[in-house]
């Protein structure tokens, strides 16, 4: 007994010391990764405000970004925030795999589609905000990769809350312009936010941050309106078990929405917010609370509410949305072809006159 004791202890000793020995081999792997350098060795639309220190250098090999995951710079925690949410999402999936029928089942697409979205958005940020930083035109390919990501994430919304949370009345209303209406506006929105990007050399911030912010505004009020109208309607004597993770989400989202729009702290604490304590970082955090609640929310509603949805929504209804959902996907990739050209032409110019 003795021996098999020592044994593991032995073998729990050789992982601590595998562990500990994980930061020398990275940086046997990588031995000439430069450092980081300040905001004026960068192009000026690389630069966050109020960021002064933490920007990688440009034109460094794919294997300096990659291995940049584990470094320390002022885009660590964009990265492993939504690299973590991803993670948490995917285990969430697999979770309502073994209870849910995502094949068989028309009523349950809505509800894969928001969880697919939701991948997507966090893959697509983790990735730009890992490589966008190689060089201008790898800037511009993976942010706009990043809002059709996002986009993708406000139709996934739009979807589960009219599916799940809308009463009679308002799909009374809506039912034929709803979701129709959404696919327009997240594909403005993703133009927004592209336009933004395309003039981050050119127009001052606030204009950038309007284009971003109003088309996503405008999808986020008419995407929510299901549950805005729900939530003005509970009453504490109402027995609705996902109410609480509706109020979470629509909480979480203004106060993400809030902390994307203002740079708070590294305003008020110019340089000390450079690798830790950025609003964009906040905004993450919160975006993913939002999302696990929205998730959690539209489950208890497939569960709870399956009587009210499938006398509200006709058979092949819900093949009808994923149909919708693959146009937002292919209008969303127009848009980023059509700027990616136009961002290409303007680095070309700049190449041609130096």
């Not at 973590?84 to 697409?109: C, K, N, Y």
């Not at 986009?151 to 949370?165: E, L, R």
């Not at 509603?301 to 919708?324: I, M, T």
């Amino acid at each position: 007994m003795a021996t098999i004791v020592m044994e593991r202890i032995g073998r729990v000793f050789i992982s601590l010391q595998q562990i500990r020995e994980l930061p020398r081999m990275l940086t046997d792997a990588a031995p000439s990764m430069p450092g980081t350098v300040r905001d004026t060795e960068v192009p000026y639309y690389f630069r966050e405000r109020y960021v002064c220190t933490g920007y990688r250098p440009l034109y460094q090999d794919w294997r300096y970004y990659f291995l940049s995951l584990f470094q320390r710079h002022n885009e660590t925690i964009n990265i492993w925030t939504h690299l973590l949410a991803f993670l948490v999402i995917l285990v969430r999936l697999r979770q309502l795999a073994e209870t849910v029928d995502f094949v068989g089942d028309p009523h349950s697409w809505p509800l894969l589609i928001l969880i697919l979205s939701s991948l997507t958005y966090s893959a697509f940020s983790a990735a730009a905000h890992l490589l966008g930083g190689k060089s201008e035109l790898c800037h511009y390919i993976f942010f706009f990769l990043d809002y059709v990501g996002v986009a993708q994430y406000q139709y996934g919304s739009a979807i589960v809350h009219f599916y799940y949370a809308v009463d009679e009345s308002l799909h009374r209303h809506v039912h034929g312009i709803f979701m129709p209406a959404a696919t327009v506006l997240s594909c403005l929105s993703c133009l927004g936010c592209c336009y933004g990007k395309y003039f981050n050399h050119s127009l001052p911030t606030w204009v950038r941050k309007v284009g971003q912010v109003v088309p996503s505004t405008l999808a986020f009020f008419w995407d929510s309106s299901p549950v805005a109208i729900r939530l003005m309607s509970w009453s504490p004597a109402s027995n609705d078990p996902a109410i609480s993770y509706h109020f979470g989400q629509v909480a979480f989202f203004l106060s993400c929405s809030f902390f994307f729009t203002f740079p708070l702290l590294e305003r008020c604490f110019p340089g000390r917010c450079d690798f830790v304590g950025q609003s964009h970082q906040i905004f993450h955090v919160l975006l993913s609370c939002c999302t696990l609640c929205q998730i959690h929310a539209s489950h208890l509603d497939y569960v709870g509410r399956r009587k009210l949805y499938s006398c509200l929504h006709k058979s092949g209804e819900a093949a009808l949305f994923v149909g919708l959902y693959v146009v937002t996907l292919v209008g969303c990739a127009l848009v980023v072809a059509f700027m990616l050209k136009k961002a290409k032409q303007v680095l070309d110019f700049k190449a041609k006159s130096k």
